[in-house]
């Protein structure tokens, strides 16, 4: 059993900026790939951003390219997004991810574990 617990969410206007983090105590959080995922009010949850087991081959929903950055940190097991230049329909709960393999990407079927989710509210 992974536990994921999500940090950083909040309130932030139009064009700031918030870093989500994502720690997963344990031995193993080295073997998972990592994603991101929302999911806004009356929708269902998409995927944002994710990132294999070694931090290589990082890929982003075409909503939040070039704005969204996802890393990890394997010596603190901890997976990181930072989210620039939000806009308000960035706003939502925001779900980190892990699955037992290599990459896991879009698919939330390639996803093993889930946290309870941190909310983003950007105001304009």
């Known amino acids: 059993q992974v536990q994921l617990v999500e940090s950083g969410g909040g309130l932030v206007q139009a064009g700031g900026s918030l870093r989500l983090s994502c720690v997963a105590p344990g031995r193993t959080f080295s073997r998972y790939a990592m994603g991101w995922f929302r999911q806004a009010p009356g929708k269902e949850r998409e995927f944002a951003a994710a990132?294999?087991?070694?931090?290589?081959?990082?890929l982003y929903a075409d909503s939040v390219k070039g704005r969204f950055t996802i890393s990890r940190d394997n010596a603190k097991n901890t997976v990181y997004l930072q989210m620039n230049t939000l806009k308000p329909e960035d706003t939502a709960v925001y779900y980190c991810a892990a699955g037992a393999r290599y990459f896991s990407g879009p698919s939330q079927l390639q996803y093993d574990y889930w946290g309870q989710g941190t909310q983003v509210t950007v105001s304009s």
């Open positions: 990132i294999s087991w070694d931090g290589a081959s990082p």
